[in-house]
């Protein structure tokens, strides 16, 4: 089989519980951001996304908050199912640009 | 769900051949990107076009070319295919909302270079 993930870091958490992914973004100039889960063998996926001038927003069951002091990102997943076992990456787009600059992602595993 | 097709899905090639990874949209979207994207690791961004006629380098250098000839349509080529080509290749597409971007990705292409 193919050796995946050897690099990223784990959350792991048991169902049910509540789980934080953290993200560092570098551009302060940074105006977009964005969430992505990506399952094995599939393209990311469009979770949440929040623009600069918000500290929050919420969706269903997973919150995204923005801490532009410290260029901070998290993601929130309320009540951890077994689906949510995946890579979760958070992209940023510089200000001006439309592209987005993805980070290295942390893969969340779920156990019962 | 978005409406963006990647074939083929897996791709086991020798050294030296010429490949086309394709990728269609349904969407109309005018924006479309090329990723690649090593296992576990984070996407770089190697091509991308924000329409017909027009094609830009991504952030990542990359021996492959696009065009991009019909909305639709965003095709990625290797002219010689290499080892060191081996990695999975995501297509993107996407539509501005104001300051939104999100991008939706295909399932992916695998390449397999021997």
């Known amino acids: 089989g193919e050796s995946v993930g050897l690099h990223l870091p784990t959350l792991s958490v048991q169902e049910g519980d509540n789980s934080i992914i953290n993200c560092a973004y570098s551009?302060?100039?940074?105006?977009?951001f964005i969430w992505y889960k990506q399952e094995s063998g599939k393209g990311p996926q469009f979770i949440i996304d929040?623009?600069?001038?918000?500290d929050k927003r919420q969706g269903q069951r997973v919150t995204v908050l923005l801490n532009k002091t410290v260029k901070h990102l998290s993601l929130q997943i309320a009540a951890t199912q077994p689906g949510d076992s995946a890579v979760y990456f958070c992209?940023?787009?510089?200000?001006?640009?439309?592209?987005?600059?993805f980070g290295a992602g942390t893969r969340l595993a779920v156990h019962p | 769900e978005a409406d963006i097709y990647q074939t083929p899905r897996y791709l086991v090639i020798g050294t030296g051949k010429k490949i086309t990874l394709e990728c269609s949209q349904t969407m109309g979207h005018d924006k479309m990107y090329w990723y690649q994207q090593d296992p576990g690791m984070e996407l770089h961004l190697i091509h991308y076009s924000y329409g017909v006629n027009s094609t830009e380098k991504g952030d990542l250098s990359s021996e492959s070319t696009v065009s991009r000839i019909r909305t639709e349509h965003f095709p990625l080529t290797l002219e010689s295919a290499r080892p060191s080509h081996t990695s999975q290749y995501l297509c993107a597409s996407s539509e501005l909302e104001g300051a939104k971007n999100i991008q939706y990705f295909g399932a992916g292409t695998r390449l397999s270079v021997l």
């Open positions: 929040i623009r600069s001038n918000m």
């Open positions: 551009n302060s100039a940074s105006d977009y």
């Open positions: 992209a940023e787009r510089p200000g001006g640009y439309n592209k987005l600059i």
